[in-house]
């Protein structure tokens, strides 16, 4: 990479997109990582034309205000290896989709595609917690869970482009049906979704334990989320606590079986469950530690939470974006 990419010019601005099940957020992001405006769009419909309008839409409105040179997409699937097409989206309506194509055409702009796990990675590692390393896994936990490999100031996609889905490794053999099709995935164990599924089953079961939180989702097994269990822990909720820390064991123990594999110095915990902090990543690392190969007698990757919050993505996709278009 060169290094004034790595540095970043000013005044070259690009809009980054995270689509996820329900919305497009967007911003306007300068090359310090700076996010000078964002817009968020309501997707009554996870088609891909109407999401492609919304995209259309959002990114016309920021041009209005903004000098803006590329379009980043960050977009929660499998994207090819030439960052055009979303493979297939586990929570999305999109099979070999060519979003790259269809946002060009709507809005004269070059357009970049990113796996939005991978483009969150490449923005703490830019510009967030994992500045200056030189191995970085990033993980996000949201609905499900992706992954991120920085190697050497590069991410890591992998022969096809699809590298770090680590949500679909299987670690239950026949376990929970996961919407890839598959069982016993990891993101079944260790993801907002299995946090709320097992809220609700408590919910629903009447058990005593869980009668707080159900208060707090008015008598409702239904409206139970994943940041209310979450605030119910911070507010001391021993239930809500012991759901956290379940979470967080199936993610240490999937992280010392990635640490075995890639060999990290730091892991990046990031997404919307990642907002219930030491509750979820205190047991986390302590399940890391306990279940770690050659334990005692190799350095141990850090755990740490993600710096950059929901604009990960964003601001990732539209680094990617602006270094495509640039030739960095």
């Known amino acids: ?89 586990p929570h999305l309506a999109w099979r070999r989709e060519p979003l790259q194509e269809a946002v060009e055409r709507r809005i004269g702009l070059d357009v970049l595609v990113e796996n939005d796990a991978n483009a969150a ?9 994992a500045r200056g390393e030189d191995t970085v ?58 946090l709320v599924r097992e809220a609700r089953v408590l919910a629903a079961a009447n ?7 159900l208060e707090m989702a008015d008598g409702a097994p239904g409206l139970i989320s994943g940041p209310l269990v979450t605030l119910a822990a911070q507010a001391g909720d021993p239930a809500c606590v012991e759901l956290l820390g379940e979470v967080g064991q199936w993610l240490g123990v999937g992280i010392a079986s ?20 030491e509750l979820l990543i205190g047991p986390a690392r302590d399940a890391f530690c306990k279940t770690l190969t050659g334990r005692g007698f190799r350095p141990e990757a850090r755990v740490v939470r993600a710096g950059l919050g929901n604009d990960a993505g964003l601001i990732g996709a539209a680094d990617l974006a602006r270094q495509a278009v640039s030739g960095a």
């Open 1 to 89: 990479m060169k290094a004034a990419a790595r540095a970043g010019l000013p005044g070259r601005l690009a809009v980054g997109v995270d689509i996820g099940g329900t919305k497009v957020a967007a911003g306007v992001v300068d090359e310090s990582g700076q996010v000078l405006e964002r817009l968020r769009r309501e997707t009554p419909t996870t088609s891909p034309p109407a999401v492609e309008n919304t995209i259309a839409d959002i990114v016309s409105d920021l041009r209005g205000r903004h000098d803006v040179i590329a379009v980043g997409i960050g977009a929660a699937g499998f994207v090819d290896a030439a960052r055009s097409s979303v493979l297939f989206a």
């Open 121 to 129: 990675a490449w923005a703490e590692w830019r510009f967030g917690v």
């Open 137 to 194: 896994v990033c993980i996000t936990l949201g609905t499900g869970i992706g992954g991120g490999i920085v190697l050497r100031g590069r991410l890591y996609r992998g022969q096809y482009g699809i590298a770090g889905e680590f949500g679909h490794m299987q670690v239950v053999p026949g376990g929970h049906r996961c919407e890839c099709g598959n069982r016993g995935c990891w993101e079944q164990y260790a993801s907002g979704n299995a």
């Open 207 to 213: 058990s005593p334990v869980i009668h707080p939180l």
């Open 258 to 277: 990635l640490a075995a594999a890639l060999d990290p110095g730091m892991f990046v915990i990031g997404g919307g469950v990642s907002e219930a902090g």
